[in-house]
T-cell receptor, first 111, second 116 residues
C-alpha cells in the first residue's frame, strides 16, 4: 500500500500567491523527499528532509516535517506560472531502502 | 552532477514483441537502481529494486518473467518488457542512488511505451 497520501489532489492559485501541499504517511521513516514532475517528464528532486529534521528551505521552497503527526508539508512562496507541475512526496521507511510515493498534488499557477 | 539518462525516451511496438529500456547513471556509480511505472495522472508505483551484480527485488504483484531487470554494472540497469501487450503501455521511470548522494534518488526522464 502507498505510504504517502497527499492533499489537495489539485490546487489552482494565482501567480504571486503561496501554495501549500501536504503529505501524510503511515509508519516511521528514515527520510522524506519532495519531487516535481512536469507533464510527461521525469522527476526533479526538490528537497530531502531527514526524520530528525523539522524544517528545510531551498529558495522559495520550505518543507516541514512532523514525525509525531506523520506528516510533511511543502510550501512554495510567491508562486510563478512556471511552478505549474505535479508535486510528489516519497518516503523511505525505517529499515528499508526503497521509497514509496504519495498520490501527488497537481498545482496550476495562473498568470 | 548526479544525472540519470534513459533510452529510448519513447517506443511504439506491436503486441507480442519485447522491449528493452536502458537506465544509465552518467556521472556517478549507482549502487541501487529503482524502476517505477506511472499511469496517466497517477503516482509512481515501484516495480523493482536492483543492486549491481545481484538479482532484482520485485514488488508484490509485479511479474518477474514479464519485467526482466538486469543491473550489469554500476552505471547501467535494463528493464525488458517481454511479450508486451497493450496493458503494458505506460510511462516507465528509473532512478538511481549511490555513495555520497545522501540517500537522494535521481530520476531519469522516463520512457513512454505504447503497445499496439
Amino acid at each position: 500500500s502507498q505510504q504517502g497520501e497527499e492533499d489537495p489532489q489539485a490546487l489552482s492559485i494565482q501567480e504571486g500567491e503561496n501554495a501549500t501541499m501536504n503529505c501524510s504517511y503511515k509508519t516511521s521513516i528514515n527520510n522524506l523527499q519532495w519531487y516535481r514532475q512536469n507533464s510527461g517528464r521525469g522527476l526533479v528532486h526538490l528537497i530531502l528532509i531527514r526524520s530528525n529534521e523539522r524544517e528545510k528551505h531551498s529558495g522559495r521552497l520550505r518543507v516541514t516535517l512532523d514525525t509525531s503527526k506523520k506528516s510533511s508539508s511543502l510550501l512554495i512562496t510567491a508562486s510563478r506560472a512556471a511552478d505549474t507541475a505535479s508535486y510528489f512526496c516519497a518516503v523511505q521507511g525505517s529499515g528499508t531502502y526503497k521509497y514509496i510515493f504519495g498520490t501527488g498534488t497537481r498545482l496550476k499557477v495562473l498568470a | 552532477g548526479a544525472v540519470v539518462s534513459q533510452h529510448p525516451s519513447w517506443v511504439i511496438c506491436k503486441s507480442g514483441t519485447s522491449v528493452k529500456i536502458e537506465c544509465r547513471s552518467l556521472d556517478f556509480q549507482a549502487t541501487t537502481m529503482f524502476w517505477y511505472r506511472q499511469f496517466p495522472k497517477q503516482s509512481l508505483m515501484l516495480m523493482a529494486t536492483s543492486n549491481e551484480g545481484s538479482k532484482a527485488t520485485y514488488e508484490q504483484g509485479v511479474e518477474k518473467d514479464k519485467f526482466l531487470i538486469n543491473h550489469a554494472s554500476l552505471t547501467l540497469s535494463t528493464l525488458t518488457v517481454t511479450s508486451a501487450h497493450p496493458e503494458d503501455s505506460s510511462f516507465y521511470i528509473c532512478s538511481a542512488t549511490g555513495q555520497g548522494l545522501a540517500d537522494t534518488q535521481y530520476f531519469g526522464p522516463g520512457t513512454r511505451l505504447t503497445v499496439l
